[in-house]
């Protein structure tokens, strides 16, 4: 005769073996019913060492170049490391740049009025080479034989007269450039010449502006900036905008609404797209608008040059 306490072991055993085999043969619903995890989301965004700024005068520059000294004076009080420099020494101080970057990285500035403009492009090839990036580069009426942007340039602006001739280079950018450009022509202000372009406080403001914001700027796609390049009109001030971006015309949408929608001028719209400033827009096509490095004050201030000598140079 079996032992009872045998019997029910026995039956505890089957019963545990036969619950296990089903289980096994029917998939928990759970499973089959489970989102995929959600990808985590990116880490936040580092803000980047204050800008290392190098200005360069032109030419004869403590006597012509006296608004890069004024420039300086003003980073230098906002906080900035700020240092202007005859452009005869553009290579050793591109050397010690270098250095500098490689000893502690921080975003690099170069800006630069006539000769001094050529001797930014000149340090930008060699931090190039030394695969190092420079964060902006803002010329100033350079000289005619200003080389081209090259592609470790993440921004350019370029303020210029194209009938210059102590300056007027029209700097364009390598092929391939990814960064973000824009080229402003002055030439049909008539109080702007070659020996007052950089001494105008509003352009001063505008730059003190961007160098403050560069290193909170997170890494942008630089696949959708497009390039903008403006005759400015006469008697318009210039608005340092950073590039331009494809906006879609949504129905309804006129030049003078998108225009108003993003605080641009009307005439920047008409002159990135090829349009007339009442041209007819149909939903589904694209239109370049001018955008700021950040967006821009609610008014944006436009501040008159000093004034010119009768003839420009």
């Known amino acids: 005769m079996l032992d009872p306490r045998r019997i029910v072991a026995l039956a505890a055993i089957a019963l545990l073996a036969f619950g296990t085999g089903t289980a096994a043969a029917t998939p928990a619903k759970s499973k089959t019913t489970a989102a995929a995890p959600a990808a985590p989301p990116p880490p936040p965004f580092e803000p980047l060492p204050p800008p290392k700024i190098y200005l360069f005068r032109g030419a004869m520059g403590p006597i012509f170049s006296t608004g890069m000294d004024r420039l300086e004076e003003k980073l230098t009080k906002a906080g900035f490391s700020a240092n202007v420099y005859e452009f005869t020494i553009c290579r050793w101080i591109g050397d010690r740049a270098i250095s500098s970057y490689k000893e502690s990285p921080a975003p690099i500035v170069l800006i630069g009025h006539s000769m001094g403009g050529l001797c ?29 942007v090259p592609l470790n340039v993440e921004r350019f602006i370029n303020i210029f007269l194209s009938d210059s001739v102590l300056g007027g280079g029209d700097v364009v950018a390598v092929p391939g450039f990814r960064g973000h450009y824009a080229s402003y022509d002055l030439k049909e202000n008539s109080r702007v010449s070659h020996i007052n372009i950089e001494k105008s406080d509003d352009i001063h403001r505008q730059i003190i502006e961007m160098v403050t914001q560069l290193p909170r700027i ?10 903008l390049r403006y005759l400015v009109p006469p008697d318009t001030l210039v608005e340092l905008w950073d590039s331009g971006v494809r906006v879609p015309v949504r129905r309804g949408d006129t030049m003078e609404s998108i225009a108003a929608a993003n605080r641009v001028p009307l005439w920047t719209l008409a002159q990135s797209n090829s349009l007339p400033e009442n041209a007819q827009l149909t939903p589904g096509q694209t239109i370049i608008v001018p955008r700021h490095l950040t967006p821009p004050e609610p008014a944006a201030a436009m501040a008159t040059p000093p004034a010119a000598p009768a003839a420009r140079r």
Do not use: W
């Open 120 to 148: 930014s492009i000149v340090i930008s090839e060699m931090a190039a080479k030394e695969n190092i990036p420079i964060s902006l580069v803002i010329v100033i009426d350079p000289a005619h034989a200003t080389g081209d």
């Open 218 to 227: 997170p890494p942008q796609a630089q696949a959708d900036a497009v390039p």
